[in-house]
């Protein structure tokens, strides 16, 4: 589906929570395509910073990147304004740079892309950036949380792709292979069982099949419900990757 998302239009929207596998399936759709890779933080959300590490990332596919892209970024400024007047105009001139320097289709990926939502103006620049990019450059921008601008319109228009955990899930004939490969055996009710529980997570599909490849075959029926126990295997991975990598003010509220 990555394959068809990036000929369709200029954006992919790839949204999943922990354990759904998006920056495996991202690095290896892009391990035979020019990329840029940038991963936002909280730098990110200062709207210089991020227009400077839109150039960084850009330049590595693109070492001849024009000094007009670096120029269009110098203006941005270097903290966070109260409005985006100007923000539009200087993605343009980006863009424009980028049109005369890719000579070859070129992916451009924003990792954690949700980390803008409080930073509406870095928002911006990049909801600018996506409708002004040249066809040249594939957009993809990826998170736990849709990305805090607009796509419904691209989409509407067939000039973005969403992909979502419903996308990456994995059906319950995949979760029986995995088991079969895993296990060692084709133990149907067992696999039926294990998708039940997990609903095709694949992170919880690949630790629970580890689990139960290392238990006695008589053991493991009953290990499936276990799983989900209190100190279960599956709940502590949601407590450290799922809650436990939520902001403080997101934990405070479940104390």
Do not use: C
């Not at 590490?53 to 203006?75: C, K, N, T, Y």
């Not at 599909?205 to 290990?223: I, Q, T, Y």
């Amino acid at each position: 589906r990555m394959d068809e998302a990036a000929v369709a239009g200029r954006l992919t929207v790839l949204v999943a929570g922990a354990g759904y596998g998006k920056t495996t399936l991202l690095r290896s759709w892009t391990q035979s395509r020019p990329t840029a890779w940038l991963t936002l933080g909280r730098d990110s959300r200062r709207t210089g910073a991020l227009a400077r590490q839109l150039v960084d990332a850009l330049r590595v596919p693109i070492p001849d990147l024009s000094a007009d892209m670096l120029l269009a970024a110098s203006r941005m400024p270097g903290y966070d304004v109260d409005e985006d007047a100007g923000v539009s105009a200087i993605a343009a001139g980006m863009a424009e740079a980028l049109d005369r320097a890719l000579r070859r289709q070129t992916v451009l990926i924003l990792d954690d892309v949700d980390e803008l939502a409080a930073a509406p103006v870095s928002a911006v620049l990049i909801d600018a950036l996506v409708r002004h990019a040249p066809s040249s450059l594939h957009i993809v921008v990826a998170g736990r949380e849709h990305p805090p601008f607009r796509t419904t319109r691209l989409v509407a228009h067939g000039e973005a792709t969403e992909i979502t955990a419903a996308d990456l899930a994995f059906t319950e004939a995949e979760t029986a292979e995995l088991v079969v490969r895993t296990v060692g055996e084709g133990d149907k009710v067992l696999a039926a069982d294990l998708y039940r529980l997990t609903g095709g997570w694949p992170v919880a599909v690949r630790l629970a099949a580890e689990a139960l490849a290392a238990a006695k075959p008589g053991d493991r029926s009953g290990m499936v419900d276990s799983l989900r126990e209190p100190h279960g295997l599956l709940l502590r991975y949601m407590a450290d990757e799922v809650i436990g990598s939520e902001p403080p003010e997101a934990l405070a509220l479940l104390d």
